[in-house]
């Protein structure tokens, strides 16, 4: 397997190689989609983290402000017709709860929003110049193995044939 990483333009090259072609070409495409997954999780880890505070926050803020209105228009419907102070005073106060719980609601939502955003600006975009593929011919080298190995064969025949038969022969002639 061989994995190179171009800085300048960011491109990543993955080779495997395999006496079996399928093989080879399932883990490269494996391979692939699980570094995709493993960069696309690195870059975006953070922006989904604040994503989902913001959502929960947002729900949060949301039964805050729901309730706050609840208590608003239970108030107001007692007491409409009441012209004391007091009572105009806890109305007052029960809508300034309640618009300050959906400015809270409102913000979170733009935050939730805006971390969203975030997530698909993190998120790389990949794309796949070549796919994995099965190559026509084996990868490893066998027939040009095979061929060396003939080719030097032949030679040390050769040579054992025209030199050393002769050589080692007269040796043998002398030596008696």
Known sequence: ???????????????FTDQDPMVAAIMADTLQHRLQNYITEYRTKKARTDYEYYSKM???????????QRNYAAFSDANSDLMLQSYRAKGDQLENEMQLQFNVYNQMSVQMK????????????????????????PSNHRSIKLFIFLFLG?????IWVLYLRKAISQIKNNGE
Not at 1 to 15: A, G, P, Q, V, Y
Not at 58 to 68: D, G, L, N
Not at 114 to 137: D, G, H, L, N, Y
């Open 114 to 137: 805006a971390a969203e955003a975030k997530i698909q600006e993190r998120t790389p975009a990949f794309t796949v110049i070549q796919s994995a593929f099965m190559p026509i011919k």
């Open 1 to 15: 397997m061989i994995c190179l990483i171009d800085k300048k333009t960011s491109e990543i090259t993955i080779s």
């Open 58 to 68: 947002a729900v949060k803020s949301k039964r805050q402000y729901e309730k706050a």
């Open 154 to 158: 032949g030679m040390a025949d050769a």
